[in-house]
């Protein structure tokens, strides 16, 4: 048991550094972002849906497999506990952004600053309100934010266990980001993918 155990832990010790984090720009690579808070949540509750959510059908057995690893190792002491959710959560944000069509070079740690437009965007949807977003945004701006935030707020209220009902919402909060940020979403990124993994999922019904 004890064998098998510290297997896991430097099996986690060599993928973090090979996961090893340089610089990374988008808003769900920081520490402080959505994607890492639900990665934490899912650890912490046990309960990896919250973590589902964010990446496609087709990597669920990768990240469940290091999901199961590091629940095991974090109870190991506070040195395994904080090396086994770092690997979890750079291997959650680096799935993520491959359903997007992103690469991932690592998470920035808690406080980076962020831009004041994503962090008005971020308070929009945390308060459901484009209030914070008042004045940021040119006239024609705020009406392609409008249409993406209420798509996004209509989705909001889904149960975490509902996954293909939480990756509805993740497809349209990432378009209304994508917009904040002042790229469109890629065609082939993570809103086309969920897309067609939600019809896909109903049409196998």
């Given amino acids: 048991m004890v064998l098998t155990v510290f297997s896991i832990a430097l099996a986690l010790i060599v993928l973090a550094v090979l996961v090893k984090p340089a610089c990374a720009k988008a808003h769900c690579d920081t520490m402080d972002g959505p994607t890492v808070k639900d990665g934490i949540k899912a650890l912490e509750t046990g309960n990896i849906n919250h973590a589902y959510k964010w990446i496609e059908p087709?990597?669920?057995?990768?990240?469940?497999?290091?999901?199961?690893?590091?629940?095991?190792?974090?109870?190991?002491?506070?040195?395994?506990?904080?090396?086994?959710?770092?690997v979890f959560l750079e291997n959650l944000v680096r799935i993520h952004r491959a359903g997007e069509g992103e690469g991932f070079t690592g998470l920035k740690p808690h406080g980076v600053p962020m831009d004041e437009k994503v962090a008005a965007a971020d308070k929009s949807i945390e308060t459901s309100s484009l209030a914070p977003m008042t004045g940021?945004?040119?006239?024609?701006?705020?009406h392609a934010l409008e249409n993406k935030f209420h798509a996004a707020i209509a989705l909001k209220g889904y149960d975490p266990d509902d996954v293909p009902a939480a990756r509805k919402y993740i497809a349209a909060y990432v378009d209304f980001f994508k917009l904040a940020e002042g790229e469109e979403h890629a065609p082939g990124g993570h809103a086309a993918h969920a897309a067609g993994s939600h019809h896909q999922e109903h049409g196998s019904h």
């Fill in 58 to 86: 087709a990597y669920e057995s990768e990240l469940k497999e290091i999901f199961d690893k590091s629940r095991k190792v974090r109870t190991l002491g506070p040195d395994a506990r904080e090396l086994a959710d770092r």
């Fill in 136 to 142: 940021l945004f040119a006239p024609h701006e705020m």
